[in-house]
């Protein structure tokens, strides 16, 4: 079993920068891929950004070359550089994890973007 606590986000002025952590507990060797995701109230949430472990990353179209994605193995950590932000960034972000069949997921941490 894998748990995720995200953090990092806030608000911030359109044209900035956040970087959201995701701190992975418990059987970190089991995770096959991992990723983020976003969600705005009354919308379907969203991939942001999502890959397997040593592999490449695929990113959402509305976030390249805006938004990295990195995993720090050594400390069980998952980040996203987010830069030139956009008001319609503006969701809660998540984090995931897969592991065999399953999809774990975090709590999500709110980023609000102000024109």
């Known amino acids: 079993q894998v748990q995720l606590v995200e953090s990092g986000g806030g608000l911030v002025q359109a044209g900035g920068s956040l970087r959201l952590s995701c701190a992975i507990f418990?059987?970190?060797?089991?995770?096959?891929?991992m990723g983020w995701y976003r969600q705005v109230p009354g919308k379907r949430r969203e991939l942001v950004s999502f890959g397997k472990s040593g592999g490449e990353t695929t990113y959402a179209d509305f976030v390249k070359g805006r938004f990295t994605m990195s995993r720090d193995n050594a400390n069980d950590m998952l980040y996203l550089q987010m830069n030139s932000l956009k008001p319609e960034d503006t969701a809660a972000y998540f984090c995931?994890?897969?592991?065999?069949?399953?999809?774990?997921w975090g709590e999500g941490t709110q980023v609000t973007v102000s024109s």
């Open positions: 995931k994890a897969e592991v065999g069949e399953f999809d774990y």
């Open positions: 418990g059987n970190i060797f089991s995770v096959n891929a």
